[in-house]
């Protein structure tokens, strides 16, 4: 070691030792008459400090603070734990720094030994009351009782006694005296006592108040589960009852509650006011019934009815870590028989998957965006993962196994292991994991004592520093802020990867009778935690993994690989068992094909994606039952991009030449179109498509299906009839002109031929008929693949009419015949497929019909809104909820369109912009001319969307059309899921489900555009 003459380690010395700024040291450690030879046992232990320069300052500001300084030298140079233990604790924390500054006395709370014990629960009771003059023996001890100070005196006197303790258990804690377990412990049990000496001193403030109460404090979350952090709220919950009233008299319930209440707003002031020692923590009650809506107090009895009416599954998850802390301690114990017996029964309720995936939600939820790889607590990998799994399998498997039911997380998954529900090793794992993280989360709240389970960001000025100091303290000492950040990154990995295989790897074992030397879930175990994750049938769902996982087969050992993270997934989706059942016929459908389990296993985004779909959408599982192969489009975004009109008639016009028979090359167009319907209904699933777009995917797909089959059924009759005799055209109408097709929607067409020059109209016509009949056959021929439904009733004279006109006749029927709502209907028309000239022209007959010059007149205005109001009272079918139907409905898709159309009517023979067959277009264009506000024209612009997400969501989910929201809540709540209403941030005091939540969008939106359409439709 380098030395000067004298020999004082020099500063280079120092900087060897740790010390960052090692001529400063050199000064500090002589001015404060520390020996710094090379044998210095205090420079030893400074060295061995966290951060060696903040310990030796902290050490000489006590020094210089102290009345004796000699006294604390001399103690240092005799007693090596008392080095250790003060250097540490100055080298890690500023804030029990500046408490030794503050009573520089108290470094002897560090020294002998019961510096080095662990006290019990109830010395460390005892000593708090004592420090308060309560009697610690009196069931209601009362401050003061031994002296009179004042109260203010008293609560200063109980605040600094706390951090004395502190300060000690802090001392053994960084020495590694104390393990977390027990570190833990006692700042819980310590927490306790000083809610204890609190009430004491509110009691004291209050005398009448405590006269006419019982008052018991219930801990919950970490303080409840003897497992709390150095700073960390301390939930809690309040039960009282009316003391035994003199005389007899009978007990006014409603004031002893009143009296609770003061005595306990007095108690939690204590812990979180501000004096010389700080804030301590916060007392927050925010767990009990209501929530922060409900009263501060309450009696047995109204908890009692809270929680077997009213409480949700999380409440009772919350729940699970319940233990009397302070208080009248009968009561507390009454509370707990009430409370246990419905917390052990809640995995029961019906309710109980999606309460707890909500709960999870809320959780990733509360992450500031940027943070979540910072974060101890929330952030994935971290501590709440890991709570999370060891509550949700004592939820399932503790309604049963009594020795499954304690609060605290690592004495539930030691419970867990050892009675066979979780793996020895992963139990061990997560026990390592999860130590490691509250050991760090602990250093990182002892720096200043307050509330953080964010990691240092490396890029802050003082990030390198910190990082550092958290690495030394953990014992990194080569390069320890890489050693931590590696360190870190392997426990949050294998934290999740422990999260997703305790609660499904077991399930595997259960059902795929693999060899393992651990205790295998029984039957009845393995259904009860499938019916947790939400399965309805958790036979069925067993016996669809078994099939899949049983086996030597490469195939089986992937899908022993896949299932634990696809369990997970299929839990969360809206219809797990349709999801595990879809996902075992892709899989079969497939067979040993190589790329689609190895797909599956190296892209964790199509597993999981394919886990959504297959349990959200029944329409989307049977287009994939119908081409599995499919499953590849959901490895890439672009694959999964609307493709355009040109590109998809490319590939028509490709497969019409690759086939002999008109059959064969329209059922691979038709194929190319189910291909096309399963991109989009995953683009919408999967929010990568809006709902403008999934309409004009629609559209334009149906509409190149119809050209190709135009294209070869007229091939074949002219063919037939050896000459071509009239050129031919199909027509869109309605959603289908519009652009706007859904996925239950027909294809509403007419039909249009010209006979050619010196052509019989007669042979013409029957040659026309014979095109379309043959394109109708073609279109709807039994096929694997989904048929395209064409409806010609929007053709003059409906039905009545003939199927086929020339465009001779339509000239003269519109001409002659034509009534406003078949000029209103022609708005949507738009000539698709078939002669580009016959389509051009047709096109220029009916736009002088659909945009009248002038305007239509006032007579066809009243004709107009007749006709809307007829339709609303007639054609709602019977029994439908006129606030529900998505069509016809109150602010639904025709109340917004038929606005739309009336502005068209009136005024698209001045506004070019306006003559387009898109609602939204129309919408807009009228917005830009001055006909509609800007701010009506997004209302209904809003609900239109809104109702037609919803519309085409009703299919993807059910499998079939419908045009009403279904009255099946459950159903509903898939649809939610389906539109991404599930992924709202909820409120922890507003138990809204997706349902309700879709439920009131919809009312809302349709409500105003109501009022819109009635004011603008209506009115002049």
Request: proline residues 5%; glycine residues 8%.
């Amino acid at each position: 070691m380098a030395r000067d003459e004298r020999g004082t380690m020099t500063a280079g010395a120092l900087a060897r030792r740790g010390f960052g700024d090692s001529a400063r040291a050199l000064r500090l450690l002589s001015e404060a008459g520390i020996a710094a030879g090379p044998d210095s046992a205090v420079v030893d232990a400074l060295a061995q400090a966290p951060d060696p320069d903040r310990a030796l300052l902290g050490l000489v500001r006590v020094l210089e603070a102290g009345n004796d300084p000699i006294e604390l030298l001399e103690a240092l140079d005799e007693d090596r734990d008392l080095r250790l233990r003060l250097c540490k604790v100055l080298g890690t924390s500023t804030a029990l720094t500046d408490h030794l500054v503050r009573h520089p006395g108290d470094w002897r709370e560090l020294r002998g030994a019961d510096a080095a014990r662990a006290p019990g629960p109830e010395e460390l009771r005892l000593g708090l009351l004592h420090t308060v003059g309560a009697d610690p023996h009196s069931p209601a001890p009362v401050a003061g009782t031994s002296d009179n100070r004042p109260v203010a005196e008293l609560r200063h006197a109980l605040r600094v006694a706390y951090r004395r303790r502190v300060l000690r258990l802090a001392g053994r804690d960084l020495i590694g005296a104390a393990t977390l377990d027990r570190t833990a412990a006692e700042l819980s049990d310590l927490a306790a006592a000083l809610l204890e000496a609190s009430l004491a001193v509110a009691r004291a403030e209050h005398p009448e108040d405590a006269a006419l109460c019982r008052l018991a404090v219930i801990g919950m979350g970490k303080c409840g589960g003897r497992e709390l952090n150095y700073v960390s709220d301390v939930d809690v919950v309040f039960v009282a009852e009316p003391a035994e009233a003199e005389g007899g008299d009978p007990p006014d319930e409603q004031r002893a509650m009143r009296a609770a209440t003061r005595l306990a707003t007095a108690m939690m002031r204590i812990p979180s006011d501000t004096d010389a020692e700080g804030t301590l923590w916060e007392v927050d009650p925010a767990l009990r019934p209501e929530g922060r809506s409900g009263p501060l107090v309450r009696p047995l009895s109204g908890h009692r009815a809270y929680y077997e009416r009213w409480a949700k599954t999380w409440e009772f998850q919350a729940l699970l870590k319940a233990r009397p802390l302070a208080g009248d301690s009968a009561l507390g114990r009454a509370y707990m028989d009430v409370i246990t017996p419905m917390v052990w029964h809640s995995s029961a309720r019906k309710d109980f998957v999606e309460d707890v995936q909500a709960m999870r939600r809320r959780v990733l939820d509360h992450i500031p965006a940027g943070r979540a790889e910072r974060e101890l607590k929330l952030g994935p990998g971290g501590l709440r993962d890991i709570e999370f799994s060891v509550q949700l399998l004592q939820l399932v498997h503790g309604r049963t196994d009594e020795r499954l039911r304690s609060g605290n997380t690592l004495e539930a998954l030691e419970a867990l292991s050892q009675h066979g529900y979780v793996g020895r090793r992963d139990a061990a794992g997560l026990a390592d994991a999860y130590r490691f993280l509250r050991r760090l989360e602990h250093l990182l709240q002892l720096e200043r004592l307050r509330r953080t389970h964010l990691v240092p960001d490396p890029s802050d000025p003082d990030g390198p520093d910190q990082l550092r100091l958290l690495g030394r303290a953990l014992g990194f000492t080569a390069d320890p802020v890489r050693e931590l950040t590696a360190a870190r990154r392997r426990v949050s990995g294998e934290v999740r990867r422990l999260h997703e295989k305790l609660f499904y790897r077991p399930l595997l074992n259960a059902v795929a009778r693999l060899p393992d030397e651990e205790k295998r879930l029984s039957p009845e175990q393995a259904r009860d935690r499938m019916e947790a994750l939400g399965f309805a049938d958790p036979a069925g769902a067993l016996r669809h993994l078994e099939s899949l996982t049983s086996g030597l087969s490469r195939r089986a050992a992937i899908q022993r690989t896949l299932l634990p993270v696809m369990l997970g997934w299929f839990s969360d989706s809206p219809d797990p068992d349709a999801g595990l059942l879809g996902f075992r016929q892709v899989s079969e459908a497939l067979g040993t094909t190589p790329w689609y389990l190895r797909l599956l296993r190296d892209d964790v985004r199509v597993a999981e994606r394919m886990a959504w779909l297959l349990g959200t959408s029944r329409y989307v599982t049977e287009l994939l039952l119908r081409a599995p192969e499919a499953v590849a489009m959901l490895a890439d975004d672009t694959d999964l991009a609307r493709r355009g009109p040109g590109v998809l008639a490319a590939e028509a016009a490709a497969a019409l030449r690759r086939h002999d028979t008109a059959e064969d090359a329209v059922a691979a167009v038709r194929a190319l179109r189910r291909r096309e319907l399963l991109r989009t209904a995953a683009a919408d699933l999967l929010g990568a498509a809006p709902v403008q777009d999934v309409g004009t995917a629609l559209t334009d797909i149906a509409a190149v299906t119809i050209d190709a089959a135009l294209r070869a059924a007229r091939s074949r009759v002219v063919a037939a009839d050896g000459e071509e005799l009239t050129r031919v055209c199909v027509v869109a109408m309605g959603r289908f002109g519009g652009g706007e097709l859904t996925y239950a929607s027909d294809a509403d067409v007419m039909y249009v031929h010209d006979p050619l020059p010196g052509v019989d109209i007669a042979a013409a016509t029957r040659q026309a008929m014979a095109v379309f009949r043959e394109l109708a056959r073609l279109l709807e021929m039994p096929a694997a693949e989904p048929p395209l439904q064409v409806d010609t009733d929007l053709r003059p004279e409906g039905r009545s009419g003939p199927l086929v006109r020339t465009l001779e006749s339509y000239a003269a029927y519109y001409r002659r015949w034509s009534q406003v709502w078949e000029s209103q209907a022609l708005l949507r028309a738009r000539p698709i497929a078939g002669d580009p000239g016959l389509r051009e022209a047709f096109t220029d007959l009916i736009d002088p019909f659909r945009y009248p010059a002038g305007g239509i007149d006032s007579s066809s205005v009243l004709e107009i809104r007749k006709l809307k109001a007829r339709m609303e009272a007639e054609r709602l079918p019977r029994g439908a909820d006129p606030t529900l139907h998505t069509k016809l409905g109150r602010g639904g898709l025709s109340d917004v369109e038929w606005v739309a159309q009336l502005i068209q009517l009136r005024h698209a023979h001045e506004c070019p912009d306006l003559r387009t067959t898109g609602t939204l277009e129309a919408l807009e264009a009228a917005v830009a001319h001055g006909f509609l506000g800007a701010d009506d024209g997004d209302v209904l612009a809003e609900a239109w969307c809104l109702a037609s997400r919803v519309r085409g969501m009703v299919m993807l989910v059910r499998g079939r059309g419908g045009d009403s929201l279904p009255h099946d809540l459950r159903v509903r709540a898939a649809l939610a899921a389906g539109m991404g209403l599930d992924d709202a941030e909820e409120d922890a005091d507003v138990q809204e489900g997706p349902a309700e939540r879709l439920t009131q969008l919809y009312l809302n939106a349709t409500r105003r555009a109501r009022a819109v359409m009635e004011r603008v439709f209506y009115d002049d």
